[in-house]
């Protein structure tokens, strides 16, 4: 397997979200070049499914992309939090229920060219109403969408941030596997 060698490492932000660091590094060809690398904590990534079966997405406005996007609930693991633990702090703060059931449907990085964020996906149901607030949440619309949907909301590009894409065709494909 190709590696590129990590000659030197600097930091050169520190944020409340994330770090920026930039690698000087030997490329497989022998060539010295830099790599910037966005350092993002781990995160969970949620398919949350109520009684009805219907999905529970988000609506929420996105400053880098100027925009409203329709995602699955996310967010970021607080340190010595367990994932699962973070799927159900976040489904409180994001559409106010907590999951009576958690399964792990996978993982994936958000963007491994660039940035470490890896975010573990999950399904959730058994959805009992239970709010925590955060500081961050109140802008966030909880909309209802039935799995036949789904398919053609990302088409559309109504779905179109990467972790929504990935996590819908994940749980389109658990439902699949699921009804044999």
């Known amino acids: 397997m190709a590696e590129e060698k990590t000659l030197k490492s600097r930091s050169i932000f520190k944020g409340r979200?994330?770090?920026?660091?930039?690698?000087?590094?030997?490329?497989?060809?022998?060539?010295?070049?830099t790599r910037e690398i966005v350092e993002h904590a781990e995160c969970v990534a949620v398919v949350p499914v109520d009684a009805n079966g219907d999905i529970l997405l988000v609506k929420q406005y996105r400053k880098a992309i100027e925009k409203e996007l329709l995602e699955i609930p996310a967010g970021g693991i607080d340190p010595g939090e367990d994932p699962e633990?973070?799927?159900?702090?976040?489904?409180?703060?994001?559409?106010?229920?907590?999951?009576?059931?958690?399964?792990k449907?996978?993982?994936?990085?958000?963007?491994?060219?660039?940035?470490?964020?890896?975010?573990?996906?999950?399904?959730?149901?058994?959805?009992?109403?239970?709010?925590?607030?955060?500081?961050?949440?109140?802008?966030?619309?909880?909309?209802?969408?039935?799995?036949?949907?789904?398919r053609r909301l990302?088409?559309?590009?109504?779905?179109?941030?990467?972790?929504?894409?990935?996590?819908?065709?994940?749980?389109?494909?658990?439902?699949?596997r699921k009804a044999g």
């Open 85 to 103: 633990a973070a799927v159900k702090r976040e489904l409180q703060e994001e559409i106010g229920f907590l999951p009576g059931r958690v399964i």
């Open 17 to 33: 979200a994330f770090n920026v660091r930039v690698d000087t590094v030997l490329d497989v060809s022998g060539i010295e070049t």
């Open 154 to 176: 990302i088409r559309s590009g109504e779905v179109c941030d990467s972790k929504s894409v990935a996590g819908l065709l994940y749980y389109l494909d658990y439902q699949k």
């Open 105 to 150: 449907l996978g993982g994936y990085y958000s963007s491994p060219g660039f940035c470490t964020e890896y975010l573990y996906l999950y399904l959730a149901e058994d959805l009992k109403a239970s709010q925590l607030y955060a500081d961050d949440t109140p802008g966030i619309q909880t909309v209802k969408v039935k799995p036949h949907q789904i």
